[in-house]
């Protein structure tokens, strides 16, 4: 601001000295909220004993820390106030009592070193109390950064960032579960509303579908963070939605599994479908090794393809290689001892992401799996630039993406004759079909189905062999995976 005579003639002292007194009030009470906080502390460890004592503990400490760090801001802030004021009061006093314009000059200077000296202080105390920025080297920066950071920090991250938090790989799982949990409320609260404002407005009616679509893949997401162990580690309502769920801790998982969907996947549809298909998964590694637990990841932390259209491009595949990377490094980096089996499963449209990324980026996986793929941007599983006996793929006889070869010639010669002769359909969309033995990979057992369309979908049905061989590679029992039967002759 600007002071001139005027403003330093109109100056309300007396309020400002007012607001100064108002902040050291407030000082003071944060004091006393502390020492409540010590004083329940006290009390606790007196009457109480246990677990449940131990944890009640923890929280009372972590909220007496982040109040008392408040204290000096606080009072900080009082203080400036208050030199301010004494120094804008005496810097009046002088211009009402100028007898000539070099003193009404000096005086209205003085007081504009004191806004400018005062606004400068303010700034810098508000910069102390945030925390400083993530590291944009990768997830082990991430986890180094975030390790250093006090409590206090953390929980100011935590509270006012939450959604930048929430999907930075290489924070704690149970920390970015938290940060996207506010998230969640946050959007709710917000689409409601914006729901409830559209009520009444004709002209928006697809605007108000698409909310309400958003909310009941929200109600969704919401029903299954409600159960026990699971964990929400990214959520984005914008375009189709984004979201990234565990069902058991990754961070203290023997072994960790990431599925990732295909085309028509969003956060409003199909959300349900998918989150059953991860714990059929989770279940099935159980099944193979009930010794080790095992936390399977629903990766939806990209924008699948909406139709057969988009379906025939690589380009969502592309864009999100980079997203896919960092997610499993960072599962790596915040895992909690000796992380053991990790495994990434991709089906149908899912299959060509995990491919693109693992052939251009690498990525962090001692198995691949691929169900129902159309292709997964190589020629060969060497082209993967990864061992070809850690490459795993299934495809039912007659699932539909079989049929989704890239030239006519190939459609007929390649698809539809060979699929009543049961020969292996070798040439598909986006590269050679990993469930051909040509492809270099191991190939496994996988149930046909009377529809083609149900085929593509069935991996996950109980008895399936397919959904029993994923839980053996992903519990690291790939000994027992089957292969496919002969053909009859």
Excluded at 328 to 340: I, S
Aim: aromatic residues 4%; hydrophobic residues 45%; charged residues 25%.
């Amino acid at each position: 601001m600007i002071i001139g005579y005027a403003h330093l003639c109109a100056a309300d002292v007396e309020a400002w000295q007012a607001g100064a007194t108002t902040w050291r009030r407030l000082a003071e009470q944060v004091e006393d909220r502390v020492a409540e906080f010590d004083a329940t502390a006290a009390g606790l460890r007196l009457d109480w004993r246990g677990t449940a004592a131990d944890a009640a503990s923890v929280a009372i400490a972590d909220l007496r820390e982040l109040t008392a760090a408040c204290r000096g801001p606080i009072e900080q802030t009082g203080r400036l106030l208050a030199e301010h004021t004494d120094r804008v009061a005496a810097a009046r006093r002088a211009l009402l009592a100028a007898r000539t314009p070099a003193e009404a000059a000096l005086a209205v200077h003085a007081a504009r070193q004191s806004d400018e000296r005062t606004a400068v202080a303010l700034a810098e105390l508000t910069a102390s109390m945030s925390a400083p920025c993530p590291p944009a080297a990768g997830p082990v920066a991430v986890r180094e950064w975030w390790r250093g950071l006090s409590k206090t920090q953390r929980e100011v991250l935590l509270l006012q960032s939450p959604e930048r938090i929430g999907g930075l790989d290489g924070v704690p799982v149970a920390d970015r579960d938290r940060a996207n949990r506010e998230v969640l409320r946050r959007e709710r609260d917000r689409l409601s509303a914006l729901f409830e404002s559209l009520a009444d407005d004709r002209h928006a009616a697809r605007e108000r579908d698409r909310v309400e679509r958003a909310l009941a893949g929200l109600a969704t997401l919401a029903d299954r963070l409600a159960r026990p162990g699971a964990y929400l580690l990214g959520l984005d309502t914008a375009g189709d939605g984004r979201a990234i769920v565990a069902l058991g801790d990754p961070d203290h998982s023997d072994n960790v599994l990431t599925y990732v969907p295909g085309m028509g996947v969003r956060l409003d549809g199909h959300l349900g479908t998918s989150l059953d298909r991860t714990a059929a998964m989770a279940e099935a590694a159980a099944a193979a090794d009930p010794a080790k637990s095992t936390s399977a990841v629903l990766w939806l932390g990209y924008d699948a393809p909406d139709n057969l259209l988009e379906g025939a491009s690589s380009g969502a595949a592309h864009d999100a290689r980079t997203a896919l990377h960092d997610f499993q490094e960072g599962l790596a980096a915040t895992h909690v001892g000796d992380l053991g089996e990790q495994s990434v499963v991709g089906h149908s449209y899912g299959a060509l992401v995990v491919g693109e990324t693992v052939r251009d980026l690498g990525l962090r996986a001692d198995d691949l799996v691929f169900l129902g793929a159309p292709g997964v941007g190589v020629e060969h599983a060497a082209d993967l630039h990864v061992d070809p006996a850690t490459v795993w793929a299934a495809s039912a006889n007659n699932d539909i993406v079989g049929l989704a070869a890239p030239s006519l010639r190939q459609l007929w010669l390649e698809q539809l004759w060979p699929r009543y002769m049961g020969d292996p359909m070798p040439d598909l969309w986006h590269g050679h079909n990993p469930a051909d033995d040509g492809f270099g990979g191991h190939v496994f057992e996988a149930a046909d189905n009377a529809n083609p369309i149900s085929a593509h979908l069935a991996y996950w049905d109980r008895g399936n062999p397919a959904l029993t061989n994923v839980g053996r590679i992903a519990a690291g029992q790939e000994s027992g995976v089957s292969s496919p039967p002969a053909p009859e002759s």
